[in-house]
């Protein structure tokens, strides 16, 4: 079976700073790893995801997610956060890259400080 | 071109009443995925279709609910009897034949019974 786990369901950070969303996966397999962005009221969007090919792994809007495998973590950063960044984001589990279910976390609500 | 394309975006039944979700996959994807997000929590998986045939549906419950998506027109997500702990938002993800490393979800159906 495979899990994970966010820690932190709300996060707040001042505009400019670092956003750091952690990620902590369980799985008996190679994982697949996701990130995904919701905003208020609207569908999810990929934001990145982890398929054994490189372990920091960049995605869209400035952010990017380290796979460590020794400390079964797929954190989420970006080195200074924008207002427009404020949204629920969800961190997700797969097998394999085929077509099979995902499993996602609980999410973190990300909040931005003027 | 269109993404996955999910109607109605809000739903309003009263309880007993029946619901009709309505999915229609991106064009060229022929794997679609029902999820459900209840307040607060994350989305929790619960049927995986290819055309005429279910693939996986452990996570529907065992009454009520029931999805198909036919050879012709969108995938539908049934739902039977609503009673007021169905009320979540539902969400649709299609995916391509050879599989994908990241789903395309659609912005989903509010689905609120009184």
Redesign the interface.
Known sequence: AQSVTQLGSHVSVSEGALVLLRCNYSSSVPPYLFWYVQYPNQGLQLLLKYTSAATLVKGINGFEAEFKKSETSFHLTKPSAHMSDAAEYFCAVRRGFGNEKLTFGTGTRLTIIP | NAG?M?NPRHLVRRRGQEARLRCSPMKGHS?V?W?RQLPE?????MV?L?KENI??ES?MPKERFSAEFPKEGPSILRIQQVVRGDSAAY?C?S?PPE??????????T?LTVV
Request: zero cysteines; aromatic letters at 28%.
């Open positions: 996955v999910q794997h995925y999820y929590e994350g989305l929790k998986f995986y290819q693939i996986d996570g969400f993800a995916s599989g994908n490393y990241g789903y395309t979800f659609g912005s989903g509010r």
